[in-house]
C-alpha cells in the first residue's frame, strides 16, 4: 500500500512553473493531476521497471552500455528503499510515471535518482519531480546531487534548474543547490 500524499500542488498547472510554463508541451491537466508520494514495497515492482527502462536509455546520449547506478533494475532494492523511506513515485492520473530515491540527513537532502519513463521523456515530469522535492521538504537547505560526466542530458537539466556545481572526478559531477538561490 502507498504512502499518504506528499505533495499535490494544485496552484494552476504544477507542472509549469516560472519561465518553464511556454517551453514544455504538457498534456492538460487531469483531475488528479501530478502528484509525488511515498512508495510503498507494492510499488517496487513496477518502478524498478521503469527505473530500469530509464536507465538503459541513457545509450542514446551517450552511455557506452545498459546499465545504471546500484539496484537501478531491482525489485529488491526498490523494497528495500520502500522500507526506509526513500523511495517516491510520480503518479499522473493515478498512472505511476516515475520515481525518485531521496536521503535527508539534518538539512540536507541528497537527491539519489530521479527517473522518468521513457515514453513519458519531454513532458516535464522530471523538472515536476525536482520542484516538488524542493517543496516537500521545507526545512531542507540545501539539496545535493549527482550525475555521469559523459550525460550532457542530465547535466544541463540540472543546471537549469538552478543546481551548480561543486566538483568532478572522472565519472561524475557534483552539484548542489542551496534553499532561495
Keep these: 500500500m502507498s504512502g499518504p500524499i506528499i505533495s499535490n500542488n494544485r496552484s494552476g498547472d504544477p507542472r509549469r512553473s ?10 492538460a491537466c487531469p483531475s488528479m493531476g501530478l502528484q509525488l508520494l511515498k512508495a510503498g514495497t507494492s510499488d517496487a515492482l513496477t518502478l524498478s521497471g521503469i ?10 546520449v551517450g552511455a557506452a552500455s545498459p546499465g545504471g547506478p546500484p539496484g537501478y533494475m531491482s525489485v529488491s532494492f526498490h523494497t528495500k ?14 498512472l505511476i510515471v516515475g520515481g525518485a530515491i531521496l536521503f535527508q540527513k539534518n538539512d540536507v537532502l541528497n537527491i ?44 544541463a537539466f540540472y543546471s537549469k534548474l538552478g543546481y551548480k556545481e561543486t566538483g568532478r ?5 557534483f552539484y548542489s543547490k542551496y534553499r532561495g538561490m
Design 18 to 27: 516560472g519561465d518553464e510554463a511556454g517551453k514544455q508541451s504538457l498534456p
Design 112 to 155: 539519489g535518482r530521479i527517473f522518468v519513463a521513457p515514453e513519458h521523456f519531454r513532458k516535464g515530469y522530471g523538472i515536476y519531480i525536482m520542484r516538488e522535492v524542493e517543496n516537500i521538504f521545507p526545512e531542507v537547505k540545501e539539496f545535493t546531487l549527482d550525475t555521469p560526466v559523459w550525460n550532457m542530458r542530465t547535466n
Design 169 to 173: 572526478d572522472k565519472e561524475f559531477v
Design 81 to 94: 528503499m520502500a522500507r526506509q523511506g526513500h523511495l517516491y513515485k510520480l503518479t499522473d492520473d493515478g
Design 51 to 60: 527505473s530500469k527502462r530509464a536507465f538503459d536509455s541513457d545509450i542514446l
